[in-house]
């Protein structure tokens, strides 16, 4: 029985060893990141209130998704890429005017006759960033690091009217308003091995205002 638990004891000690970060160590980090801003705090908040419009939606979620990788210069500083990509957007029906190929009102024995349409509106938005962190606090399990990252930002957007109404334009830009992004963060990583953990950051820009998911590190 002692001899059982003293290869226990030592098994237990393999699992926990050491987890601090070195020069020359690779780290990946998938994530998803909170809130999607564009569905979360704008195209969700419509209440329903117009008599005009039926059946809407947001198009994607409140959450995007994306992933790390980095490399160890230094035992605090290490270089890499952040990748994330987010869908958001809405649609709606509503009611208008039956329109003829010419664009014009189709009437029956004098009245205008109406058909149900379907407006969506899509934003496709892919964000790649080159990451600068430095860990200033490493223990035995945790590691603590702040985060600066800058890079590119695509985006496709499209807006779509079915059955096709000559009121509405169809649209399609794949060109971000702004092709720039950037993000500053702070964030903790436990270990439940030397090689695995768990992390969350907190940031603002280039992303959901909090990330979380898993860490591996060779």
């Not at 664009?103 to 960033?129: C, F, H, S, W």
């Not at 794949?174 to 903790?188: F, H, M, N, S």
């Not at 603002?204 to 909090?210: A, R, S």
């Amino acid at each position: 029985m002692k001899k059982l638990l003293l290869i226990a004891g030592f098994s237990i000690g393999l699992v926990t060893v050491n987890a601090q970060l070195m020069r020359g160590n690779f780290i990946i980090d998938p994530y998803i990141g909170v809130p999607n801003w564009a569905n979360s705090l704008l195209y969700s908040q419509y209440d329903g209130s117009s008599t005009t419009v039926s059946n809407y939606k947001t198009i994607g979620s409140a959450l995007s998704y994306g992933g790390r990788i980095e490399y160890m210069i230094a035992d605090k500083v290490g270089v890499g890429a952040d990748i994330n990509y987010e869908v958001s957007g809405f649609s709606y029906d509503y009611t208008d005017y039956q329109y003829d190929a010419s664009g014009a009102v189709i009437y029956v024995n004098g009245d205008p006759q109406y058909r149900p349409y379907t407006d969506e509106y899509t934003a496709k938005k892919l964000r790649a960033m080159f990451r600068l962190n430095y860990h200033f606090f490493q223990s035995d399990k945790v590691d603590v690091y702040s985060g600066f990252a800058a890079g590119y930002k695509s985006a496709k957007r499209e807006y779509t009217t079915e059955p096709s109404n000559p009121m509405s334009t169809n649209e399609s830009v794949d060109k971000a308003l702004i092709p720039v992004t950037g993000r500053l963060a702070i964030g903790t990583k436990i270990y439940f091995t030397q090689n695995i953990g768990a992390h969350v950051e907190l940031g603002v820009f280039g992303g959901g205002l909090i990330q979380f998911g898993l860490s591996a590190k060779f």
